[in-house]
């Protein structure tokens, strides 16, 4: 139901839903794509609770963990869920 509402929204052209990571992405950060699907997912449910989830775009990659200080203690994140966001925010925010 969730996924269909995400595909509906991308599908409308709606610019405002986060950046999916794609082989690409995974393949110039060398890193996992699944860990960066994983990333967006947990993003979208931690981050997206008190404002709408922030575009990668929306800050620079070194600004990102920066954010991440702040905001990981309003979610509650544990360490592996905070990686895998700031990973998600850094490996997007530097799509050339
Ligand atoms: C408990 C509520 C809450 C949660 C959960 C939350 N935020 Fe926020 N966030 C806020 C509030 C309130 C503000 C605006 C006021 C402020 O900056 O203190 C904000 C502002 C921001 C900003 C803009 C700050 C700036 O300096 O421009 C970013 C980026 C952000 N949040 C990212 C995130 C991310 C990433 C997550 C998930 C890890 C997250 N937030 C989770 C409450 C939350």
């Known amino acids: 139901m969730f996924r269909a509402v995400v595909l509906l929204a991308a599908v409308a052209g709606c610019g405002l839903s986060p950046p999916k990571a794609t082989a690409a992405d995974a393949q110039r950060a ?16 931690k981050c997206g609770s008190c404002h709408a989830p922030p575009l990668p775009s929306e800050h620079g990659v070194h600004e990102w963990p920066t954010k991440l200080d702040e ?6 994140l544990d360490q592996k869920q905070r990686f895998l966001i700031q990973q998600y925010y850094v490996v997007m925010a530097a799509k050339p």
């Open 30 to 45: 060398n890193v996992q794509l699944a860990e960066l699907q994983d990333g967006r997912t947990l993003m979208v449910r």
């Open 71 to 76: 905001m990981a203690e309003r979610s509650k």
